[in-house]
């Protein structure tokens, strides 16, 4: 069965440090990668997402992810973080099902940027 | 463009009643899925529908019905709530079967007393 592990629960960082969101997936197939932000009392909003090609995947405001199929990772990071980035960040697979795709997300990984 | 729209954002319910979620997105999406999202538990797939007319359960279907009578709409409905379907709820659409990635709504925060 495939899973979503998000390997920290919250992360405190200082604003304009770096910062690294772990994710480990499993799955006998291939799959897809995304990663969403979810600000305070708002649905979730898509980042980025890795679907071939070239395995470093890029947002609009500065977040990239690698895929590492030897690893089966899909870390998202930061080289310098603000104040607005604060967020719970949540990684999801999709795999092949039936009809489609099944997507699955991980727990989540409250960010929080502190001045 | 609207997106995703979910009504109500707050509702407050007792056990045994009964309500229906409104979802509706106007980008013409073929799929659309509602997720209940728990403090530590991600998010977990209720229901999901790839066309009109075609619905399915996803993991955590008991005690939810849904029905796709157009593109538009994608309504959930609470049987008989119970203090366990305490959640948000948040209904999701795309262009496909997720593979490009879904368009959130805002989100329905339930509460059962």
């Known amino acids: 069965a495939q899973s979503v592990t998000q390997l920290d629960s919250q992360v405190p960082v200082f604003e304009e440090a770096p910062v690294e969101l772990r994710c480990n997936y499993s799955?006998?197939?291939?799959?897809?990668l995304f990663w969403y932000v979810q600000y305070p009392n708002q649905g979730l909003q898509l980042l980025l997402k890795?679907?071939?090609?070239?395995?470093l995947v890029e947002s609009i405001n500065g977040f990239e992810a690698e895929f590492n199929k030897s690893q089966t990772s899909f870390h998202l990071r930061k080289p310098s973080v603000h104040i607005s980035d604060t967020a719970e960040y949540f990684c999801?697979?999709?795999?092949?099902?039936?009809?489609?795709?099944?997507?699955?997300f991980g727990a989540g990984t409250r960010l929080f940027v502190k001045a | 463009n609207a997106g995703v729209t979910q009504t109500p954002k707050f509702q407050v319910l007792k056990t045994g009643q009964s309500m229906t979620l409104q979802c509706a997105q106007d980008m013409n999406h073929e799929y659309m899925s509602w997720y209940r999202q728990d403090p530590g538990m991600g998010l977990r797939l209720i229901h999901y529908s790839v066309g009109a007319g075609i619905t399915d359960q996803g993991e955590v279907p008991n005690g939810y019905n849904v029905s796709r009578s157009t593109t538009e709409d994608f309504p959930l409905r609470l049987l008989s709530a119970a203090p366990s379907q305490t959640s948000v709820y948040f209904c999701a659409s795309s262009y496909g079967t997720g593979v490009n990635g879904y368009t959130f709504g805002s989100g329905t925060r339930l509460t059962v007393v």
């Open positions: 999801a697979v999709s795999v092949p099902n039936t009809g489609g795709f099944k997507t699955i």
């Open positions: 890795y679907l071939s090609g070239s395995t």
């Open positions: 799955s006998s197939v291939s799959v897809y």
